[in-house]
């Protein structure tokens, strides 16, 4: 069998309503807001301060719009990808059209590692940020794994298990099984309420701007050292520490805050008009969270001057500012704390929305067992799919500490916008005539530079990580090879057509 055959876009797009399928009720609307769900979570309220603090400086807002750069040159791609091919599965579907199953599949592995992994991360932070709304009474044996520990009144107390995780996890996942238009409410729902709040800072701590903390606007050479908390000092002397490389290197750091818009892509099969609106729902939502973090960058670095931020940890920034520098509005600091909890509700609803979604098309390939595919007979979701993916993100989540995660969801992503923009390349040398409801625009060059960004982003990852990562991936191919080869539909049916070297013989 060809571990590189291809499925056809007449194959792709086959049987794709109809009885056995995934609703279509998903307007523009709930792309838009399924987008924003995904991408604005905690990051806007974290990775701001740091690349502002070690980096950037006031001119965190230039980083925040070289990132989104980046990420348009690999959305843009998407977009044209989920307007010729709009079925549920992104970059797994794509890879399958353009590259091979096997190729396919090694996206479809990767992208656990941002959804799934991601999903279980995000909601061990959830229930840190749940546990300090509540005043911290959530006794720590139940909020923490069994691997981690702390000492309390001259005592060692273990973690049992983050039961807060567990049960955010349990509500998204019932919630979707339920339905997608639903889950699609409740998002917006969610949405709303944290980018209201976002306003909300911005309104007001926009009065409490100093100019003179945004003077000078780009770290000079010859700023002074910071010296921090445990005595020790940051120097920006570094060339990735101050002027545009600073810049440059803050734009790596806030990256991160803006994964998630691919996830509208997993969502093509339930979209009312995919063709026309996914491109909209991922190209709008990234306009939307960029034009956001930047106001939001510049007020926050405006409140309080960059140099707090390697000083009061970065973490409680926000909060850092507003008590500071903002007196009378201790309440918005609680408000802050809200839209990072709705942030992460988000983030873990499209996520596993987006999992589910890309097993459910690996199962119908063959690739994953047949359970993956099958459909409740009142919902039509991919209830099985659904609850095999809360047993493995909440096992994770209860019993294994966020920190272990690391980056391997950041490199899962970015592999995955490597091979979309790859592709995007291949098909248009392969089928040039294909009808696109939405081109991408400077073919090669966008999808090029989207290629060298996205790898730039991977080399600077921690050794560990590619480490790890490539474990994960040779883990993916045994799997390949001893399941998923042998029961490929589109495999076992190459497998009977014959080759050009059987023409030749005849």
């Excluded at 709930?30 to 995904?38: D, N, T, V, W």
């Excluded at 990234?286 to 007020?299: A, G």
Aim: charged share 10%; proline share 5%; net charge neutral.
């Amino acid at each position: 069998m060809k571990v590189f055959v291809k499925k056809s876009i007449e194959q792709l797009t086959a049987n794709t309503d109809g009885e056995g399928s995934l609703k279509r009720t998903l307007g523009v609307g709930s792309l838009i807001a399924l987008g924003i769900g995904a991408i604005i979570g905690a990051g806007l309220f974290v990775r701001t301060a740091a690349a502002a603090g070690e980096h950037a400086g006031a001119a965190v807002t230039l980083s925040f719009i070289v990132a989104a750069i980046g990420c348009a040159f690999a959305g843009l791609c998407y977009a044209e990808f989920a307007s010729i091919i709009p079925i549920a599965g992104s970059a797994y579907t794509y890879a399958y059209a353009t590259m091979g199953e096997i190729v396919a599949w090694v996206i479809g592995w990767a992208l656990i590692l941002e959804y799934a992994l991601g999903a279980a991360t995000v909601s061990i932070s959830w229930s840190e940020y749940a546990n300090k709304l509540l005043g911290g009474k959530i006794p720590y044996e139940w909020c923490h794994s069994p691997m981690e520990s702390v000492l309390q009144n001259g005592h060692s107390v273990h973690g049992i298990a983050n039961l807060p995780a567990l049960l955010i996890l349990v509500v998204l996942s019932l919630l979707l099984i339920k339905g997608t238009q639903e889950s699609a409410l409740v998002n917006g729902i969610i949405v709303f309420i944290k980018v209201a709040i976002v306003l909300v800072f911005i309104a007001i701590g926009w009065q409490f701007i100093n100019p003179a903390n945004h003077n000078p606007y780009i770290i000079p050479a010859n700023a002074p050292a910071v010296k921090l908390q445990d005595g020790s000092t940051y120097s920006y002397v570094p060339f990735f520490n101050h002027g545009w490389g600073g810049i440059i290197s803050g734009a790596g750091v806030v990256f991160f805050a803006f994964i998630g818009f691919d996830a509208v892509s997993t969502a093509a099969q339930e979209a009312k008009n995919p063709k026309r609106d996914m491109p909209i729902g991922i190209l709008g939502s990234l306009v939307v969270c960029t034009i956001l973090y930047i106001l939001f960058s510049w007020v926050l670095t405006g409140v309080a001057p960059y140099q707090d931020f390697m000083k009061s940890g970065k973490e409680a920034s926000v909060a850092y500012a507003i008590s500071n520098y903002m007196p009378g509005y201790g309440w918005l600091s609680t408000l802050v704390t809200v839209a990072i909890l709705a942030g992460f509700s988000s983030v873990i609803l499209v996520m596993l929305m987006g999992q589910s979604r890309v097993f459910y098309t690996m199962s119908t390939d063959g690739l994953l067992p047949k359970v993956f595919s099958d459909l409740h007979p009142k919902f039509s979701t991919p209830y099985k799919s659904n609850l095999i993916l809360f047993i493995f993100v909440g096992a994770f989540a209860a019993f294994v500490p966020g920190s272990v995660a690391g980056d391997l969801t950041s490199i899962g992503t970015l592999f995955a916008f490597i091979l979309v923009c790859v592709g995007v390349i291949i098909l248009r040398k392969k089928s040039p005539d294909l009808v696109r409801p939405f081109k991408t625009p400077l073919v090669p060059l966008v999808p090029v530079l989207g290629i060298i960004v996205c790898a730039g982003m991977i080399v600077g990852l921690p050794t560990e990580t590619l480490l790890s990562a490539l474990v994960w991936m040779i883990i993916g191919l045994a799997i390949y090879f001893g399941y998923s080869r042998k029961n490929s539909k589109l495999g076992a049916f190459a497998d009977v057509l014959p080759t050009a070297t059987d023409f030749e013989k005849r």
